[in-house]
Protein backbone atom coordinates (compact mmCIF):
# COMPACT_ATOMS: atom_id res chain seq x y z
CA UNK A 1 0.00 0.00 0.00
CA UNK A 2 1.17 3.70 -0.97
CA UNK A 3 1.90 5.63 2.01
CA UNK A 4 -0.30 8.66 0.48
CA UNK A 5 -3.28 6.66 0.37
CA UNK A 6 -6.13 7.55 1.76
CA UNK A 7 -7.31 6.32 4.92
CA UNK A 8 -10.88 5.22 5.22
CA UNK A 9 -12.50 4.01 8.57
CA UNK A 10 -16.11 2.53 8.42
CA UNK A 11 -18.32 2.08 11.78
CA UNK A 12 -21.04 -0.05 10.68
CA UNK A 13 -22.29 -3.31 12.77
CA UNK A 14 -23.70 -4.94 9.80
CA UNK A 15 -21.63 -7.34 8.19
CA UNK A 16 -22.68 -7.75 4.77
CA UNK A 17 -22.85 -4.06 4.11
CA UNK A 18 -19.18 -4.23 5.43
CA UNK A 19 -18.21 -6.25 2.95
CA UNK A 20 -20.12 -4.32 0.30
CA UNK A 21 -18.21 -1.41 1.14
CA UNK A 22 -14.94 -3.42 1.35
CA UNK A 23 -15.47 -4.58 -2.33
CA UNK A 24 -16.78 -1.55 -3.97
CA UNK A 25 -13.46 0.47 -2.42
CA UNK A 26 -11.60 -2.28 -3.87
CA UNK A 27 -12.74 -1.65 -7.61
CA UNK A 28 -12.47 2.31 -7.29
CA UNK A 29 -8.89 3.91 -8.84
CA UNK A 30 -7.86 5.90 -5.66
CA UNK A 31 -5.19 3.83 -3.42
CA UNK A 32 -7.29 3.21 0.09
CA UNK A 33 -6.75 1.98 3.03
CA UNK A 34 -9.81 0.68 4.84
CA UNK A 35 -10.41 -0.28 8.28
CA UNK A 36 -13.70 -1.04 9.98
CA UNK A 37 -15.02 -1.15 13.64
CA UNK A 38 -18.39 -2.93 14.49
CA UNK A 39 -20.07 -0.55 16.60
CA UNK A 40 -19.96 3.34 18.42
CA UNK A 41 -18.09 1.98 21.60
CA UNK A 42 -15.40 0.28 19.44
CA UNK A 43 -15.08 3.81 17.08
CA UNK A 44 -14.63 6.05 20.30
CA UNK A 45 -12.23 3.70 21.78
CA UNK A 46 -10.11 3.44 18.71
CA UNK A 47 -10.16 7.12 17.57
CA UNK A 48 -9.14 8.35 21.39
CA UNK A 49 -6.40 5.64 21.37
CA UNK A 50 -2.93 8.05 21.10
CA UNK A 51 -1.74 5.59 18.69
CA UNK A 52 -4.42 5.31 16.20
CA UNK A 53 -3.99 7.44 13.19
CA UNK A 54 -6.69 9.05 12.44
CA UNK A 55 -8.76 8.83 9.13
CA UNK A 56 -8.79 11.09 6.24
CA UNK A 57 -12.56 9.94 6.01
CA UNK A 58 -15.15 8.42 8.69
CA UNK A 59 -18.31 6.74 7.30
CA UNK A 60 -20.49 6.28 9.99
CA UNK A 61 -23.41 4.61 10.56
CA UNK A 62 -26.47 5.53 12.15
CA UNK A 63 -27.75 3.04 13.42
CA UNK A 64 -24.78 0.62 16.25
CA UNK A 65 -24.74 -1.26 19.08
CA UNK A 66 -23.66 0.41 22.20
CA UNK A 67 -23.63 4.05 20.93
CA UNK A 68 -25.02 5.40 18.08
CA UNK A 69 -23.58 6.86 15.31
CA UNK A 70 -25.65 10.37 16.17
CA UNK A 71 -24.17 9.96 19.64
CA UNK A 72 -20.60 9.39 18.01
CA UNK A 73 -20.63 12.60 16.11
CA UNK A 74 -21.76 14.43 18.79
CA UNK A 75 -18.79 13.36 21.08
CA UNK A 76 -16.46 13.90 18.20
CA UNK A 77 -17.06 17.15 17.40
CA UNK A 78 -16.77 17.66 21.08
CA UNK A 79 -13.03 16.45 21.42
CA UNK A 80 -10.80 18.70 20.26
CA UNK A 81 -8.30 16.55 18.80
CA UNK A 82 -11.31 15.15 16.41
CA UNK A 83 -13.73 17.89 15.90
CA UNK A 84 -12.29 18.49 12.14
CA UNK A 85 -12.45 14.96 10.97
CA UNK A 86 -14.26 14.84 7.66
CA UNK A 87 -17.89 12.52 8.31
CA UNK A 88 -19.60 10.97 6.24
CA UNK A 89 -22.65 9.62 7.32
CA UNK A 90 -23.68 6.43 6.35
CA UNK A 91 -27.41 5.14 7.02
CA UNK A 92 -30.12 2.95 5.53
CA UNK A 93 -32.14 5.93 7.48
CA UNK A 94 -33.13 8.40 4.56
CA UNK A 95 -35.61 10.03 7.50
CA UNK A 96 -35.46 14.21 7.42
CA UNK A 97 -34.86 13.80 11.08
CA UNK A 98 -31.74 12.10 10.72
CA UNK A 99 -30.82 14.02 8.08
CA UNK A 100 -31.02 17.75 9.83
CA UNK A 101 -30.13 16.36 12.92
CA UNK A 102 -26.68 15.05 11.63
CA UNK A 103 -26.30 18.27 9.78
CA UNK A 104 -26.78 20.58 12.74
CA UNK A 105 -24.70 18.65 14.51
CA UNK A 106 -21.46 19.06 11.90
CA UNK A 107 -21.43 15.76 9.29
CA UNK A 108 -20.00 16.91 6.33
CA UNK A 109 -22.41 14.54 3.66
CA UNK A 110 -25.10 12.60 4.18
CA UNK A 111 -24.85 9.07 2.48
CA UNK A 112 -28.32 6.87 2.27
CA UNK A 113 -26.74 3.61 1.70
CA UNK A 114 -27.54 2.13 -1.62
CA UNK A 115 -28.70 -1.23 -2.60
CA UNK A 116 -26.75 -2.32 -5.31
CA UNK A 117 -22.92 -2.52 -6.23
CA UNK A 118 -22.69 0.10 -9.28
CA UNK A 119 -24.53 3.06 -7.30
CA UNK A 120 -22.22 2.09 -4.28
CA UNK A 121 -18.87 2.39 -6.36
CA UNK A 122 -20.60 5.50 -7.66
CA UNK A 123 -21.32 7.11 -4.23
CA UNK A 124 -17.66 6.05 -2.77
CA UNK A 125 -15.79 7.42 -5.74
CA UNK A 126 -18.09 11.14 -5.59
CA UNK A 127 -17.11 11.21 -1.63
CA UNK A 128 -13.21 9.92 -1.70
CA UNK A 129 -12.52 12.63 -4.89
CA UNK A 130 -14.77 15.64 -3.21
CA UNK A 131 -12.21 18.68 -2.76
CA UNK A 132 -12.96 18.60 1.05
CA UNK A 133 -11.67 22.00 1.39
CA UNK A 134 -14.26 23.47 -0.46
CA UNK A 135 -17.33 21.12 0.33
CA UNK A 136 -16.67 22.42 4.01
CA UNK A 137 -15.81 25.73 3.57
CA UNK A 138 -19.41 26.12 1.87
CA UNK A 139 -21.49 23.47 3.70
CA UNK A 140 -24.98 23.81 3.46
CA UNK A 141 -27.94 21.61 3.23
CA UNK A 142 -27.90 21.50 -0.35
CA UNK A 143 -24.76 20.43 -0.73
CA UNK A 144 -25.25 17.70 2.48
CA UNK A 145 -27.15 15.53 1.38
CA UNK A 146 -25.37 12.99 -1.27
CA UNK A 147 -27.69 12.75 -4.58
CA UNK A 148 -26.11 10.18 -7.15
CA UNK A 149 -28.06 9.65 -10.39
Known sequence: ?????????LADD????????????EEVKVQTKVEFVFDGL????????????LP??????????KKTGKECLIEIKKTEHLKNLIIAI???SSSDEDIEDTFIEGANIYIKKPSDFNTLKKIINEV???NWHYHTSGLNRDNFL????
Open 128 to 130: ITL
Open 42 to 53: QLMEHLMNPDTK
Open 14 to 25: DEDDRLFFKDAF
Open 1 to 9: MQKNALHIL
Open 56 to 65: DILFLDLNMP
Open 146 to 149: LSIK
Open 90 to 92: YST
